[in-house]
């Protein structure tokens, strides 16, 4: 048995225990370990973060030697953080690249094929010890020229770069759009004060208040929104520098740099996917109504609103969470193509940011790809039949693809132009038939179970099963509740995100469900396909709010639904060729 003070790790190359040679960096755990550590300082046996380089010493200095250095040294050429970049690394100092990020003075020398995790000697020794799969990574690292993630890098990070400033310019414009819808309220507010004369000047002073708090708030968001792109921007173009600039230097240093790339680009879709929720701030006023009657009675010329478009999911905020929307009129689009061999059977649909719809259309296994006006701009064809379609975030779209046989994938389509690309797919050992997508997890649905998979396809868990009990899904906005749309048993079921069943609603108009949808605001909307109807339920599955549409109206085996929020809408697809539209209030 080891003794106290010794840190022991199992070693699974020779496999055997052994004696960390890490001991003598856990023992100095009181201490810093810098990037750069001052050589004055450490000539006198202290430990001093470095500020400064001076390149014809090649020498680094803490803000107190540097002086010295100054005075001996006049014409030296001294950098300072702001250019460490190009400070020179000294003999036995770890590469950035290879450096870890939670102990900067180890190299990454191994990986963790548990958790697809790089780690240095004392990763392993502190978090791995009990992990099955650590291998050598210049053993991992063979060929890494030759894989294709590794080849598909730079275009990868151009393209996110590419988001990432388009993003920056699109709030930048934001602002300047903010800062003029602030000057019309402010011009409509002063002239609603000169109607009313003297007892407006209080009323004026609140209201403009409340407006640039909304104002300074939204710019605020816009800012950080900013600052992240350019961060974000900025680290992806130093990676892919470093990795590019390691090119003769040998396959660990491209296979450390392929890794630490790869969760920076994670990292980034991740901030994307959130920036991309919120594609303008906005904010709107309206005057109340007979104000000079009641004027003695408010506090302010009238309410102001924010208004956020999101992009992730459809826009409700116009609605409180509790309204019960009314329907106005319906209204067909026709979205057969010349070309279609068969019938349209729309299997599943989403909206994108830029308002565009991304429709699946089952019999003539084919993703398409409408406009505003709900007209086929472009299509791609699929080597199966297509079923849901859910939004992963930004211009990316997830399609199942399942032929109920040996073929269970999901296939990742990029809108470029106005074109639809396949970026990528996940092949599962089960089906999959609807998705939905929520943090950093899919949430995918094989009829009879309900899985929850990371972004990368590996499986999390699996929360339900049963016979045809799991149709269709939906996820609310804050990712704590989950909707199934039971076909079989005619339910509506309610779980928690821990897979623990809720509700169970049923109703006589809640037949054969096999559409659900979830807004950003929590409505919940339901499409049936025995009953040909649209309901909406209330946010917490319990009680049917209204039957919006039936078959006298135009719906006929619906199978997929989902609200526009640039039309206050919802839009139905099914066994036909078009696509029923449903005006609601």
Request: with cysteine; charged share 25%.
């Amino acid at each position: 048995m080891p003794g106290k003070g010794h840190l022991f790790s199992f070693n699974p190359i020779c496999g055997r225990t052994m004696a960390s040679n890490f001991e003598s960096s856990i023992q100095r755990g009181c201490d810093f370990i810098h990037d750069f550590a001052c050589s004055a300082c450490e000539e006198d046996g202290l430990n001093t973060e470095a500020q400064h380089f001076c390149q014809q010493c090649t020498k680094y200095y803490c803000d107190i030697c540097v002086i010295k250095h100054y005075g001996l040294y006049k014409r030296h050429t001294v950098l300072d953080r702001k250019d460490v970049k190009k400070w020179a690394v000294a003999p036995g100092t770890v590469d950035v690249l290879e450096r870890c990020e939670r102990h900067p003075g180890e190299a990454l020398k191994l990986v963790c094929g548990d958790h697809d995790q790089l780690c240095c000697h004392v990763c392993v020794a502190v978090d791995h010890r009990l992990c099955s799969s650590i291998q050598h990574i210049p053993d991992v690292a063979r060929d890494i020229r030759k894989d294709p993630g590794f080849r598909q890098l730079p275009q990868q990070v151009a393209v996110l770069r590419k988001q990432i400033e388009d993003m920056k310019n699109d709030r930048k414009k934001n602002s300047s759009s903010l800062r003029k819808t602030r000057t019309a309220i402010v011009d409509e507010i002063k002239a609603i004060r000169k109607m009313i004369n003297g007892m407006l000047d209080k009323m004026e002073k609140t209201t403009v208040q409340e407006l640039d708090r909304l104002v300074a708030d939204q710019e605020m968001s816009i800012k950080k929104d900013m600052e992240s792109c350019t961060q974000m921007h900025d680290e992806l173009k130093n990676i892919i520098d470093d990795i590019q600039s390691k090119d003769s230097s040998g396959e660990p240093p491209l296979y450390i740099g392929f890794k630490k790339c790869e969760e920076k680009i994670k990292q980034a879709k991740e901030i994307l996917q959130n920036m991309s929720s919120v594609v303008k701030y906005d904010l709107t006023f309206r005057k109340h109504n007979g104000i000079e009657d009641n004027l003695s009675s408010m506090k302010t010329f009238g309410e102001l609103n924010e208004s956020n478009v999101f992009g992730a999911q459809p826009c409700t905020s116009l609605f409180p969470r509790d309204h019960v929307f009314a329907t106005e009129g319906y209204k067909e689009y026709n979205v057969k193509m010349s070309s279609d061999k068969y019938n349209c059977d729309i299997q599943g649909m989403c909206e994108l940011p830029g308002e565009e719809i991304v429709i699946s259309d089952y019999h003539n296994m084919t993703v398409k790809l409408l406009d505003q006006k709900y007209r086929v701009v472009d299509h791609c064809d699929v080597p199966m039949f297509p079923l849901d379609v859910c939004h992963i975030g930004g211009n990316e779209v997830a399609v199942c693809v399942d032929n109920n046989d040996d073929r269970h994938e999901l296939h990742f389509i990029n809108i470029t132009k106005g074109k639809l690309v396949t970026t990528r797919k996940l092949s599962f050992s089960h089906e999959c038939n609807s998705a939905t997508h929520h943090g950093n997890n899919l949430y995918i649905s094989s009829h009879t179970a309900l899985y929850v998979h990371t972004m990368t396809g590996k499986l999390v868990k699996k929360l339900k099963s049963g016979h045809n009990t799991v149709m269709r899904i939906a996820i609310s906005n804050d990712g704590k509740t989950i909707y199934i749309a039971n076909n079989s048993n005619h339910q509506l079921i309610t779980l928690d995100n821990l897979g623990n069943k809720l509700v169970t609603f049923t109703d006589p108009d809640l037949r054969g469900p096999t559409g659900v949808h979830a807004t950003t605001a929590g409505h919940v909307f339901v499409c049936c396909w025995t009953s040909d109807t649209v309901l909406q339920v209330d946010k917490d599955g319990k009680t049917k709010l209204a039957t919006l549409a039936r078959k006298q109206d135009g719906v006929y085996r619906p199978t997929a639904l989902f609200f526009s929020s640039r039309s206050s809408s919802l839009v139905v697809g099914g066994c036909n060729d078009t696509l029923l539209v449903i005006n609601v209030r």
